[in-house]
């Protein structure tokens, strides 16, 4: 298997490269050149945009970039060798010589995880690093890499043991630190005379998970992570915490220091997201916490909403009240399941804030918790809190689950907090919060703006146009926009239907305007790759009005999307109310102009065009701004 992934021709033995980025031009090319990518630029951004999320650069001049990537065609390991070193940012400040740029997949199969973790054994052994510098071609090179070790594998293991260790380890990216990481442990254990076993927390998922037996006959435990894993498992037992890095420098170091750690506590629960500021210390805690629900909201945000947008566009017919799909068609069917995923989406940005925060005792109040923020029916108000309380209620759950993990329980109880104690008390705290607290502030505002915006309609249409596009894209779903979608669709009724004109062109800028966004910044490096990719589902879902394709940027990087999606809005709905659009149906976005529900349809695509294009140039503009400010501070 190690054959197709690398090959002579994937070996380039003197580099010309002078700088870090020119290093990884030189291998993409190599990688272009034998078709195993299919674009140069989009794989140069992924593997920028994992250099980010920590530096890939290791002691004795050897770097491995990597990344997952749609731009692979065929998963592939470049190898390329510079003599006279290149700065690469490496932990012990000397050059880096030897550079293996893996290209995996994204969401392609796997076997090229488990060829690399053969990789990873030639890496650590000893001696090996040397002898690659001094091969004389290619085929000599190669030869190295594929040689078979002169012992088997389990002779590493000794006969009699001194103990049993477990090891934790896991990057970012999940492909090539995890299983370097995971080799070192094994290697420094079979020196010690232990016997270990690894969790792999990788791209191909949780791999060789220790037993709950196991755990108990653990004499330590090293959990070597830059990601988020279960730490609660591990109550009670001897354990150190560090980066995926530490065990590639010095695992039998690091196995010694956990032999003499103190027990771990669940409630001391500096969870491992916390061990990924080690990996970007520029990024903070709050950031994280927020990355790691967003993460996890992605897939429902555009499953729901493609499925939603497909059968509303196929199957939708424009009805005054809105688009609707008759009875009996399997449009309805899809519709239903999109609706699902869309109606979890908000509960799993809670809960997995929550449990970047506090670990799993946080997990089911955070998703409790988010479910109550988004159901208004539970404090009196017509719409819950949409995003902006879901995140609220995940960061509150996460801080008070800690706060209760952290108490020093009797040892009977101790293993009741995590399962038992913890997230009940955690979803009482939540549930009454907002029901007793936060709920009825909401309800009074939903019923002030309603007011508000029945009084200015008689007034000013510019500044009616602003109010209402400002609403319309400050939360996409939350109380200021369905306050302003419902008194639009009030409107309706009284025959005004100018209102729903503006609205209609406000609600699809958010997400059109941030899928263009994310085009316009993908060269500045200014969005993550799922960024990237979710702006792509995000302008479906704004050409059939679903204001909610927005919310994964604005709940990422809410200074400078929402601001954004705000004057965006703002335009759009101005335009309309001075072109005099009318709209006589409750829906929004290109698909109610193009089906002839709007008595300007192209008038009103410019609106909505316009008004993208306003959020998309602001948004791009916060962001760089946001990013010199960054790099200033760090320099």
């Known amino acids: ?104 997949p994204d969401g392609g199969d796997n076997h090229h995880i488990e060829v690399l973790a053969e990789l990873s054994s030639k890496l650590i052994e000893d001696g090996f690093i040397e002898r690659f510098f001094a091969a004389q071609n290619n085929h000599e090179a190669l030869a190295l890499l594929l040689e078979k070790p002169e012992e088997p594998t389990a002779a590493l293991q000794p006969a009699a043991s001194k103990g049993f260790v477990i090891g934790v380890t896991g990057c970012p990216a999940g492909v090539a630190h995890t299983y370097l990481a995971a080799e070192a442990l094994e290697k420094g254990a079979a020196e010690l005379g232990y016997e270990i076993k690894v969790e792999t927390n990788g791209s191909i998922g949780v791999k060789n998970s220790p037993t709950d037996e196991e755990i108990a006959r653990a004499d330590a435990i090293v959990v070597a992570c830059d990601k988020q894993v279960d730490m609660a498992r591990f109550a009670g037992k001897r354990l150190v915490e560090t980066n995926v890095k ?15 750690a103190p027990a771990y506590q669940a409630s001391t629960n500096a969870t491992t997201a916390s061990t990924a500021e080690k990996a970007s210390q520029t990024r903070s805690d709050l950031y994280r916490y927020l990355m790691n629900g967003v993460s996890h909201m992605i897939p429902f945000v555009v499953t729901g909403g493609l499925l939603i947008a497909l059968a509303l566009a196929i199957g939708g017919e424009p009805t005054e009240a809105g688009m609707a799909i008759p009875d009996g068609s399997m449009w309805n069917q899809i519709l239903n399941v999109g609706v699902v995923a869309f109606t979890l989406m908000i509960p799993i940005l809670a809960g997995y804030i929550a449990y970047a925060i506090a670990d799993r005792p946080a997990l089911a109040p955070g998703l409790i918790g988010g479910w109550i923020a988004n159901n208004g029916s539970f404090y009196g108000a017509e719409a819950g809190t949409g995003f902006i309380g879901a995140i609220i209620a995940g960061l509150l759950v996460g801080y008070f689950v800690k706060f209760i993990t952290s108490i020093n329980y009797h040892k009977f ?17 939540i549930a009454g919060l907002f029901i007793f607290v936060i709920g009825a502030p909401i309800a009074s505002l939903m019923d002030g703006l309603t007011a508000m915006l029945t009084s200015m309609s008689t007034g000013n249409v510019v500044l009616l146009g602003i109010v209402l596009g400002g609403m319309a894209g400050f939360d996409m779903g939350g109380p200021f926009n369905k306050v302003a979608f419902l008194f639009s669709v009030g409107m309706i009724a009284s025959g005004q239907t100018q209102f729903m004109g503006a609205m209609a062109c406000a609600i699809p800028v958010a997400p059109l305007g941030m899928a263009l966004a994310t085009v316009l910044g993908r060269k500045l490096e200014l969005f993550e790759a799922s960024e990237i990719e979710a702006g792509k589902a995000s ?97």
């Open 1 to 104: 298997m190690i054959t197709k992934l690398i090959n002579q021709d994937l070996i380039s033995l003197d580099l010309k490269a002078t700088t870090k980025e020119e290093v990884f031009l030189e291998l993409i090319d190599v990688l272009h050149a034998q078709g195993r990518i299919s674009d140069k630029e989009q794989f140069l951004a992924d593997i920028k945009a994992r250099e980010e999320l920590g530096n890939t650069g290791f002691e004795e001049g050897v770097a491995l970039p990597h990344a997952k990537s749609s731009a692979v065609i065929e998963p592939a390991v470049v190898i390329g060798v510079s003599r006279t070193g290149i700065e690469y940012g490496a932990e012990d400040g000397l050059p880096s010589k030897l550079f293996f740029m893996i290209a995996s």
């Open 413 to 429: 109880i101790q293993p009741l907090v995590p399962i038992m104690i913890a997230p009940i008390t955690g979803s009482l705290f």
């Open 246 to 260: 530490a065990p590639i420098r010095d695992a039998k170091g690091l196995i010694n220091q956990a032999l003499e």
């Open 539 to 635: 302008g479906a879902m704004g050409l059939v009005g679903i204001s909610e394709g927005a919310i994964p940027f604005a709940a990422q990087d809410p200074m400078s999307v929402i601001p954004a999606n705000v004057l965006g809005s703002m335009v759009a709905a101005v335009m309309a109310f001075s072109f005099g659009i009318t709209n006589s149906v409750a829906h929004g976005g290109p698909v109610v102009a193009l089906l002839g529900a709007m008595n300007l349809p192209v008038l009103a695509l410019v609106c909505m065009a316009s008004g993208a294009v306003v959020t998309a140039l602001t948004c791009v503009t916060l962001k760089k701004i946001r990013k010199a400010k960054q790099i200033a501070a760090t320099a």
